[in-house]
């Protein structure tokens, strides 16, 4: 027949014997993490100069796209791979890193010379929303604060960097801005507590082995946590003398390590911008250092972490035992998400103890929720109300020398009001792993390249109007004529989404993956109308009209 009766698995295909590869080699998930992220942005910044008369081709992204894809391959990036492996790879690693700063310079240092105004720096923000996040800028000197958008905004300095936290930077565009000697009001991030801290939105307290015991929302007028949080597990990790990088063996859990206090979390720092507190644990012959960061206008709870691991066949997470009912629990993946249940009621959810997730996962219930964020890893599990991350593993095989060395990665907490998608979790992830951009204004002009405009000083290429959607990807066409903008529904709905572009569209067509066209779009006042069926992903061909040099 023609395939009618075929029977149909709504659903993941499940792999196994190989949950192991989402932790393994945990320096190479790093990497291929940031290098994604890295020519998402090159790309964007590209596009923005293009779109103002910047040349520019994608052939020098395209060979960095190539390398990054090629490391993707099994078993690089799983990290299953033959130690002789590895020299080709961080060498591949350093190439394409080195092509995407350089694109990547080349766009901001085109567009701030372009600017028309006297100021210092300008901070430039990649995602298709206005966004409030702490930006840094590199600076030496004393600064009393910061001015930006004709408001001084409070500042703190940490060794050769300087933070403020404007409340809203434009979506796809930049805003530029100085440094003033002139003070700012501001009070501290935190005070301290009998046991913890109060911030703006929490009272946190830790028991005596450095774990915290209590996490008080103020905000919402509940607690958090059932019982511990952010516990640092050690478990042996011996899935038999086949599987070592591959998999994870079902009963780990039954094997630990205790993993002991060295220093209690104490205050390092404490400014208008954030506070962090530093803690330390040993386990066997390796050592932990974490770094707590809390701030005054974000409800996330960030956990820098520092690990110098020297032992092998051993497994580190963290574990957040949260005070929030789900029999499901949500993952991010590319392109949308996927709902796993929380229990163990058949011989396939039992199965699936360690899955796989990108830059988030979530338990909610009715009305309240947590995530868990991350910015490297890619190893969770979720039992009933207990959510962890998988940190770092260290087989013996095929590379006995897995994962042991030095590794710094970040997670971050994020209490919601109401489920992930009402807690904007989708846009917060983005927000955590693609900090905004600063460039700081050396004076020098740009030559002409194509008659591009002249620049105002605060500017937003494109808004998406809608709060499920999201774009992934903003890049010049293969053939270099136009702009091809990629975007998708997160929240699983059908929805109507106007998406306006603050430049002259000459026509706009959307096309398939390939960049072929399928249907000329209707444009009116430069806004496309966009209708989106769930987790669908949209592309479309931008036509710009040239601006001219003497426009903003």
């Not at 964007?44 to 190539?66: Q, T, V």
């Not at 590199?138 to 930006?148: D, F, I, M």
């Not at 707590?292 to 066949?313: G, P, Y």
């Not at 106007?498 to 002259?504: E, L, M, Q, Y």
Request: glycine content about 8%; proline content about 4%; hydrophobic content about 35%.
């Amino acid at each position: 027949d023609k395939g009618e009766n075929l029977p149909v698995w709504d659903d993941e295909f499940y792999l196994e014997a190989h949950r192991g590869t989402y932790t393994s080699k945990g320096d190479l998930k790093k990497l291929n993490r940031k290098g994604e992220l890295l020519y998402r942005d090159a790309e964007i910044l590209s596009s923005l100069a293009f779109a103002k008369g910047m040349d520019y081709s994608m052939e020098e992204l395209n060979k960095g796209w190539k390398l990054l894809l090629l490391n993707q391959f099994h078993d690089t990036l799983p990290g299953s791979h033959v130690p002789e492996a590895v020299p080709d790879m961080y060498r591949d690693y350093e190439e394409l890193y080195a092509i995407g700063e350089s694109v990547k310079k080349r766009a901001l240092g085109y567009l701030v010379s372009r600017m028309t105004g006297n100021f210092g720096f300008t901070v430039f923000n990649t995602l298709s929303w206005d966004r409030r996040s702490v930006v840094s800028i590199p600076w030496t000197e004393e600064a009393g604060s910061v001015c930006l958008g004709g408001e001084h905004l409070s500042c703190q300095k940490k060794g050769d960097q300087l933070f403020f936290d404007p409340s809203s930077l434009p979506s796809m565009g930049w805003i530029s801005g100085n440094v003033s000697s002139e003070k700012a009001e501001s009070e501290n991030s935190v005070k301290e507590i009998p046991g913890g801290i109060e911030t703006e939105f929490y009272r946190i307290e830790w028991d005596s082995r450095g774990w915290l015991k209590s996490v008080y929302d103020k905000e919402n007028n509940r607690q958090v946590l059932q019982g511990r949080g952010n516990e640092l597990l050690v478990f042996e990790d011996d899935p038999g003398k086949n599987f070592g990088a591959w998999d994870i063996a079902s009963h780990y859990n039954e094997y630990s390590y205790d993993v002991n206090l060295v220093r209690n979390w104490t205050l390092r720092e404490n400014g208008p911008v954030f506070a962090e507190l530093e803690a330390e644990w040993s386990v066997l012959d390796s050592k932990i250092v974490q770094t707590m960061r809390v701030f005054r206008n974000h409800r996330s709870i960030e956990f820098d972490t520092f690990a110098d691991w020297q032992n092998s066949k051993k497994l580190l997470k963290t574990s957040f035992d949260l005070a929030v009912r789900s029999r499901r629990a949500t993952y991010d993946l590319p392109f949308g998400h996927i709902e796993r249940t929380t229990h163990s009621n058949t011989s396939w959810d039992q199965a699936r103890f360690e899955v796989c997730g990108h830059k988030w996962a979530d338990l909610s219930e009715g009305d309240y929720g947590v995530a868990l964020m991350n910015d490297c890893k890619y190893g969770y599990d979720a039992q009933d109300n207990i959510l962890r991350l998988s940190l770092l593993r260290s087989p013996v095989k095929p590379d006995k020398t897995s994962d042991i060395g030095e590794h710094r990665f970040s997670y971050a907490l994020l209490p919601h009001k109401g489920i992930w998608q009402q807690g904007a979790v989708d846009r917060r992830a983005y927000e955590f792993n693609i900090p905004p951009v600063s460039e700081v204004n050396t004076g020098e002009r740009a030559s002409d390249n194509r008659g591009g405009a002249v620049l105002p000083p605060e500017y937003s290429f494109l808004n998406l109007k809608g709060e499920g959607q999201i774009v992934e990807a903003l890049k010049p066409s293969e053939d270099g004529r136009s702009l091809i903008l990629r975007s998708f529904d997160s929240h699983n709905t059908h929805t109507r989404t106007a998406v306006h572009i603050n430049h002259k569209l000459a026509a706009c067509q959307s096309t398939d993956l390939l960049e072929q066209a399928e249907e000329t779009l209707y444009v009116q006042d430069n806004e496309i109308d966009l209708l989106f069926s769930p987790m669908e992903i949209k592309t479309c061909r931008l036509e710009l009209s040239v601006e001219n040099s003497g426009e903003s």
